[in-house]
């Protein structure tokens, strides 16, 4: 065991942590240079075209160091989106140490700082790491003041390396190992094993990685998942290196996976502890604070009869992701679906882009809404997650909307910009400070202003370089109003949105401007009308098509023309029918994307 | 409730399609030649046709090949009598009318033309001279189609076709003089640049050279063509429909009937080959590419038939069972959404008993849908009879995509 190291490394988008990944792995032997594909880590084919890390992944390393000795190092991965930070937090619990990566040439960035907190408060060595030394624009000396400034942490000594050449990476791997410490724990001990990751593999069940912190977990051993009281028999256990290498057992202070014949998608949940069914550890390792869902989104199926197919993806996609949360909803405009919670815009997108690449799922979603708190007449106050179900307005005394205190840090230059961003989103600003490179701005502003697309904005008016990190605070009351979408005159509550008064007519005349360009001309007239009760604020019309026939006569060749049909028929199943008419699934979004196009 | 006239949609809902079909008697029987060469290849024609010098078309060779296509085709249809002949193109006005006259007489001499039975010639102007049309009547055509499908030169310019204004006009006053039992005129609207009035003139020019049936048809762009390539800039979908409405307007004036989504014809001049598609009557399809559909009344089968499409492969195929490229049999599904497609065009739609004849099928089978389709108002019904409405007509599409 004194020869295990587990750690994480803490470093934002962009900042070089696949790379380094990738170099240590390279250092190690683990792979040969032609299985050496370009940032092995990220596994998901999403993350990969993303470029980010959204699921831990671990790696084990054989290491033999300059004294001679051979070092177990358990690399495993961060997310690095702000949407993900919660994540962070179940991947560091399987450390002692982590690497704190930051761009030399771009300084440290709020998330990162954010990380860097979480890994101090649970007892984590953090080793802070130059990146990219080998750019012309690398201030390392700057860097490491911000870092001292920033966060408190020695940095005079930082290690400087560049990932992209190498330098440095094997100087790097020495002070690791000096400076965090080995695991503790005891093998003799009961088995207690933390639960950091569970996915869903259609051939072997259910795929956990642990951290063993006490006892061993072996092939054939009957375990205990300490929350449900199952048992299960071990069927393998190994670690990845980076391919999955089977073992006999794992033991206290080891990163690897377990299967263990567990079929059920909620069999083994991130955050438990999985002890020997025969020896009972006497209590479960502290596990993860639940996240907590800060979007909602309806997601629906768009053909009824996958209703039971999505709840079942839906269930698979949980157990890796306990940030998802979802329950049934019944709208009267698209039928039976879910209330989905997520982290953030982005988690929603990765959601959604799962359910089709690996369920071939195109479910309907429709505009995300924050979790309002709705005071009604008879005192009672009510959490409300989807427009539709707001209490009349004749039964509400006020609707409160929940204000996150974000920290930004932002290059001096683009402060004017990022400030101006921040009052048009209704921040309130709390304090501004001046750092070597950075400026740190503290905003109040309303959640449903920051999830909607303040990070793109924010990462435009700065030329990329503003960082952003925030959480919950209060909820606070504020002028809001329903804004209704009414297709033909009838009100489609999938469309519905909670908006500010100030903006709510602005709002609707873009929703309804751009649901004319989406839905296509049909029999009818369509007329798409927004509403605030039964104020009208905007109108359009999508004109009737004068005709839609082939006039074409195909002669003898009637099966061409009947594949033609089909095929159209196929195009237009894709479309949600609402009475007569007939909407295609972008118009769901056409809430989401006011402003985006300014 | 008091019991109602017996209407063709009642309240019944949707049974399972039964797995086999059910068939009397077979259907009228036709026959369809196909010639695959043109002089140069449109670039909106999607038809199996090749650009080929007139006096190189291999027609003696090809007129034998298909004989013998016609020979292996009679083994299954026995006696039936042959109610129409249509010889289509590419341009079949590429043969001489001795070779045709050698087919159509070996035709008559093996099968049982019915009295009345139309035979149809297809005839592109600038392939047909006056001498040569009274030779095609001679042999027996009945009926003369004319590719004409504008009197105007610029738009016969950006379509590329072979022939001007003149020749186009020229042409169909020979083909009355000569006295053809009826004479098809085929023009498309919808055409790059074109107006709502030249459109209407072409329609007037038309009527009065005299045609007895014209073919009003949209230009349609389509995969595969020059002009899905390179899309020609066309007038757009409402300057469209108002180009047909008044076209459409302007035929019922002259006298004729608009009988199907394209066509329009003077009183006793509708045309029986067509008629026979749409009423999902039984064809052969002989020549490179013809498609062909048999119902066989002892096996209880819908056979649906393509020959191979490259001429030189149909050419040189020496067994006559290689000369089919697609053999396949219809499902119920299959035939219920074929006779769909078909028999909607009509503009009198069709008696449910003609449905339960031609597909061997209960009515019961379309009842659900039919409902749905009349609640939409694009179908009604008045007795035996179920037909588009107005509404359905001008959305064929959208009334068809129920039944497939």
Redesign the interface.
């Known amino acids: 065991m004194q020869h295990i190291r587990n750690f994480s490394i803490i470093a934002h988008i962009d900042h070089g942590k696949s790379t380094l990944a990738d170099r240590f792995i390279e250092i190690c032997g683990a792979l040969t240079a032609r299985e050496m594909a370009e940032q092995v880590l990220d596994s998901m084919d999403l993350e990969r075209e993303r470029g980010i890390t959204i699921k831990a992944q671990s790696v084990t390393l054989s290491y033999r160091s300059r004294g001679g000795e051979t070092y177990q190092l358990n690399l495993i991965d961060t997310p690095g989106h702000v949407d993900f930070s919660y994540e962070v937090s179940r991947s560091l619990a399987a450390c002692e140490g982590a690497l704190l990566v930051v761009d030399a040439a771009q300084g440290v960035e709020a998330q990162s700082l954010a990380n860097c907190y979480i890994a101090l408060e649970q007892g984590l060595e953090v080793i802070p790491v130059l990146n990219k030394i080998d750019l012309p624009n690398a201030e390392p000396d700057r860097t490491a003041a911000e870092i001292e400034d920033l966060i408190g942490l020695e940095a005079r000594d930082a290690v400087r390396v560049s990932a992209k050449t190498g330098a440095g990476v094997a100087d790097l791997l020495e002070i690791l190992i000096q400076r965090i410490p080995a695991p503790t724990g005891s093998a003799a001990a009961p088995l207690q094993a933390l639960i950091v990751d569970s996915w869903f593999d259609n051939y072997v069940g259910v795929v956990s990685l642990v951290r063993v912190v006490n006892g061993e977990i072996k092939v054939g051993q009957r375990i205990q998942v300490m929350s449900t009281g199952r048992s299960h028999i071990v069927d393998r256990v190994g670690i990845s290196v980076p391919k999955p290498q089977d073992l006999a057992r794992l033991t206290a202070g080891e990163v690897g996976y377990v299967i263990a014949g567990i079929k059920d998608v909620d069999g083994a949940p991130v955050g438990d502890t999985i002890t020997d069914a025969r020896r009972l550890a006497s209590s479960s390792l502290p596990g993860f604070k639940a996240s907590k869902p800060q979007v909602y989104a309806g997601l629906f199926p768009t053909d009824s009869k996958d209703f039971q197919a999505l709840r079942e993806a839906l269930a698979k996609l949980r157990l890796n992701d306990s940030a998802l949360h979802f329950e049934p909803e019944a709208s009267s405009a698209l039928g039976f679906g879910f209330r989905c919670g997520f982290l953030g815009l982005l988690h929603m997108e990765i959601v959604q882009e799962r359910l089709e690449r690996e369920y071939a799922l195109t479910p309907i979603t429709t505009a995300p809404s924050v979790v309002y708190e709705a005071l009604s007449t008879d005192g009672k106050v009510s959490y409300v997650a989807n427009p539709a179900q707001l209490p009349p307005s004749n039964q509400l005394v006020e609707l409160r909307e929940p204000i996150v205190l974000a920290d930004i840090l932002v290059p001096e230059r683009y402060v004017g910009s990022v400030m101006t961003l921040c009052v048009e989103k209704r921040g309130v600003q709390k304090q501004l400070q001046y750092f070597a490179r950075q400026v740190s701005l503290r905003y109040e502003l309303p959640l449903s202003e920051v999830v909607w697309d303040f990070f793109d904005r924010l990462k435009s008016v700065s030329r990329g370089y503003a960082s952003l990190d925030y959480h919950f605070v209060r909820y606070q009351r504020a002028d809001l109003v329903k804004l209704d979408t009414l297709i033909n005159g009838e009100c489609v509550d999938a469309l519905s949105t909670i908006v500010h008064r100030d903006k709510s007519h602005l709002v609707g005349r873009e929703v309804t401007s751009s649901l004319r360009a989406i839905i296509p001309?049909q029999?009818f007239d369509i007329a798409i009308q927004a509403a605030i009760g039964s104020q009208i604020v905007a109108r359009q019309t999508v004109k009737a098509?004068?005709?839609?026939?082939?006039?074409?006569?195909y002669?003898?060749?009637?099966?061409r023309?009947?594949k033609l049909?089909?095929k159209?028929?196929a195009g237009?199943k894709r479309m949600k029918r609402l009475g007569?008419i007939e909407i295609p699934q972008e118009a769901f979004h056409a809430v989401l994307k006011v402003g985006k196009d300014q | 409730m008091p019991d109602k006239q017996p209407s063709a949609i009642a309240r019944v809902s949707v049974p399972a399609l039964p797995a086999a079909f059910n068939f009397a008697a077979a259907p009228p029987l036709a026959i369809?030649v196909h010639i695959p060469w043109c002089v140069r290849k449109c670039p909106y024609c999607d038809f199996n046709s090749y650009a080929r010098p007139q006096l190189s078309v291999p027609e003696s060779a090809y007129a034998e090949q298909l004989i013998v296509d016609l020979e292996r085709e009679l083994a299954n249809t026995g006696d039936r009598p042959i109610m129409s002949v249509f010889i289509?193109g590419g341009t079949p006005s590429l043969f001489s009318p001795c070779a045709l006259g050698q087919l159509l007489a070996h035709i008559r001499n093996r099968v049982n033309l019915t009295p009345d039975c139309e035979i149809t010639l297809e005839a592109n102007p600038g392939t047909v001279e006056a001498r040569c049309l009274s030779a095609f009547r001679d042999i027996g055509v009945t009926r003369l189609s004319l590719g004409v499908q504008s009197f105007d030169d610029p738009q016969l310019r950006q379509i590329q076709r072979i022939h001007n204004a003149a020749e186009a006009r020229v042409a169909a006053e020979a083909a009355i003089r000569a006295g053809f039992q009826s004479v098809n005129v085929d023009l498309m609207y919808g055409l790059p640049g074109q107006s709502a009035g030249t459109a209407l003139r072409d329609v007037s020019i038309a009527v009065d050279v005299g045609a007895t049936h014209i073919?009003?048809?949209?230009l349609?762009i389509e995969p595969g063509t020059p002009f899905w390539r390179r899309r020609p800039l066309l007038p757009d979908?409402?300057a469209i429909?108002?180009m047909?409405g008044q076209c459409e307007a302007q035929l019922l004036a002259a006298g004729f009937r608009h009988y199907e989504?394209?066509a329009y014809g003077q009183d006793g001049h509708t045309c029986r080959h067509?008629l026979n598609?749409w009423c999902f009557g039984d064809?052969l399809?002989l020549g490179a590419g013809?498609?062909?559909?048999l119902t066989d009344v002892r096996t209880q089968t819908v056979t649906?038939t393509v020959k191979h499409s490259n001429p030189r492969r149909y050419l040189t195929s020496t067994k006559a069972d290689k000369l089919t490229a697609v053999h396949r049999h219809l499902d119920p599904q299959?035939v219920t959404?074929?006779f769909m497609?078909?028999a909607l065009r009509l503009v009198e739609g069709f008696p449910v008993s003609l449905f339960e004849r031609r597909t061997g099928l209960p009515v019961t089978v379309i009842e659900g849908v039919c409902k749905d389709a009349q609640a939409?108002g694009l179908i009604e019904s008045s007795g035996p009879q179920i037909r588009p409405t107005a509404?359905g007509?001008?959305?064929?599409?959208?009334l068809?995509?129920l039944f497939?």
């Open positions: 001309r029999m098509l004068r005709k839609n026939v082939t006039a074409k006569c002669g003898g060749d009637v099966t023309k009947r049909l089909e159209q028929k237009k007569k | 369809y289509g073919s009003h048809y949209q349609t979908e409402d429909a108002d047909q989504t394209s067509n598609y064809y399809g013809a498609h062909g559909k649906r299959e959404s074929e497609i078909n939409r509404l007509r001008r959305f064929l599409n959208d068809l995509m497939v």
